[in-house]
């Protein structure tokens, strides 16, 4: 297999979309496969059909290296490595729908038929474990009549990006998690995200199963470490004088614990996070096994809103208001900053809780409006920017920490206004009259 190689991408969305830019940027040959063909149109006139930073600016830049296509055998026959990249949602039980991955694999295997040369088929998609060694080989070798290992290649390789931070993550990461079948695939993904990756990242090589229990273990931790200090800040709530924030900055200078993702705040929230842990506990049960601290992981999580919920209302009682002449204002519904997605938002959850209560709010996203408008109808006022927001409340609640936000003026604000700031963007800033609580404190 030559070295200079080609790759092909199939589903084009906001994974996809940002790998298959980023190898064009990088100077790989790259095809592009989706089934939806305004997105295909958009990407041949140099557009971005996906919102994500930096996307649109790097599609027009890497427009001669990428192309888009409906056609599996133009991808597949002009490719050397195809990258598959569909969507895997979740089913009632919580494990990874295979059909999208299925139907993918089927093409490209009659694909392969048609091919001489040797073909790379890697995984990106999040599977459950045991799917690339089983399900994708099966499929693969049933459909191009030929052996994996010795006419193609499987290997399993998730990415471990954020959305709103996709492409620099994609460019930087961390490391590069290889799951295998021999050593020539291990070799040939390396060399690609070696001539691809900006930060010179380390590289864990295993088995394709090994890798796949890898990818959803990591995000168990990554949301185990996060539910953490959100129960510390519970139980710091009642305590009288205590701040699970300076708490937790303290146990993040442990370089056994580290900074990361242990600060209070909202739970977790999106397309990726949430489903991990319930994932793992459902492969947990396939095997007879029980995963009980990621299902704990999950049950606590579910019920952060609430608990933040609680807290509002306790401010509200503190200052004699109740469901009829509380005014509030929340900053921010999107699932995290830098988004405008909110699948499984806290702070969506959180305005549902209350509007579900009677309380009378006023909400404000810089990019979410007009999703979150679709989920909470006229339930809510929804405010023109930051500032109208908080205009004559009684309570304004952070709930997403948007930049934005940093720079909102509070000097306007009577002094019995109350600011819940989930995310301490404005802690200690001078010269407010108002009362500054944050989740844990
Ligand atoms: N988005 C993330 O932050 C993220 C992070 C890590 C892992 N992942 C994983 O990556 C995978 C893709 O996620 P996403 O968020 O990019 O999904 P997405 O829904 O944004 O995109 C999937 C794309 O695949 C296309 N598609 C579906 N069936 C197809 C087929 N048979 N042939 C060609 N194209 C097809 C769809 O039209 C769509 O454009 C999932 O398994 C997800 O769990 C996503």
């Not at 996906?50 to 600016?57: D, I, K, P």
């Not at 009549?145 to 930087?172: M, Q, T």
């Amino acid at each position: 297999m030559k070295k200079d190689y080609s790759i092909s991408v199939i589903g084009l969305g906001k994974l996809g979309l940002c790998a298959a830019a980023c190898f064009a940027d990088k100077g790989f040959k790259v095809i592009g496969v989706d089934i939806d063909i305004n997105k295909i149109n958009k990407i041949n006139k140099g557009l971005s059909p996906v919102a994500e930073t930096g996307l649109a600016g790097l599609i027009k830049k890497c427009r001669n290296n990428l192309k888009a296509t409906p056609d599996y055998d133009l991808a597949v026959l002009n490719s050397s490595v195809t990258f598959i990249v569909v969507a895997t949602p979740s089913l009632a039980d919580g494990s990874f729908s295979n059909d999208y991955l299925e139907k993918a694999l089927h093409k490209i295997g009659e694909s392969l038929k048609k091919k001489k040369s040797y073909h790379l088929i890697v995984i990106t998609s999040t599977v459950m474990p045991q799917t690339t060694e089983t399900v994708a080989r099966f499929i693969l070798e049933r459909a191009s009549a030929k052996k994996a290992g010795r006419d193609f290649g499987v290997a399993y390789n998730p990415e471990f990006i954020a959305l709103g931070s996709v492409i620099r993550d994609f460019l930087n990461p961390d490391f590069i998690l290889i799951g295998e079948m021999n050593k020539r695939d291990g070799d040939i993904l390396e060399g690609i995200y070696k001539k691809t990756c900006e930060n010179n990242p380390r590289f864990a090589r295993m088995t394709p199963l090994n890798a796949e229990i890898a990818k959803i273990s990591l995000n168990c931790y990554i949301t185990t470490k996060i539910t953490f200090a959100n129960s510390l800040a519970s139980i710091c709530d009642k305590v009288k004088n205590a701040d699970a924030s300076v708490i937790t900055r303290a146990l993040g200078l442990d370089s056994r614990i580290g900074s990361k993702y242990i600060r209070p705040g909202l739970g977790y929230g999106g397309p990726c996070f949430p489903r991990d842990n319930v994932a793992f506990a459902a492969f947990a049960r396939k095997i007879e096994a029980r995963a009980k601290l990621a299902e704990m992981v999950d049950e606590v999580n579910r019920d952060q809103a609430l608990r933040v919920v609680n807290k509002i209302q306790d401010i509200l009682a503190a200052l004699h208001k109740n469901k009829k002449n509380a005014k509030i204002g929340i900053l921010g519904l999107s699932y995290k900053q830098n988004t405008p997605i909110i699948d499984d938002s806290q702070a969506l959850a959180i305005v549902q809780l209350l509007a579900n209560e009677g309380y009378s709010l006023t909400v404000y996203d810089p990019q979410a409006m007009e999703n979150a408008r679709g989920v909470l109808g006229d339930t809510v006022r929804y405010a023109k920017n930051s500032g109208d927001c908080i205009l004559g409340i009684d309570l304004g609640v952070i709930a997403v920490p948007w930049d934005e936000f940093r720079k909102i003026n509070l000097k306007k604000l009577d002094k019995n206004v109350v600011l819940l700031d989930c995310w301490e963007l404005l802690k200690g800033v001078k010269g407010i009259n108002i009362k500054y609580l944050g989740v844990g404190y």
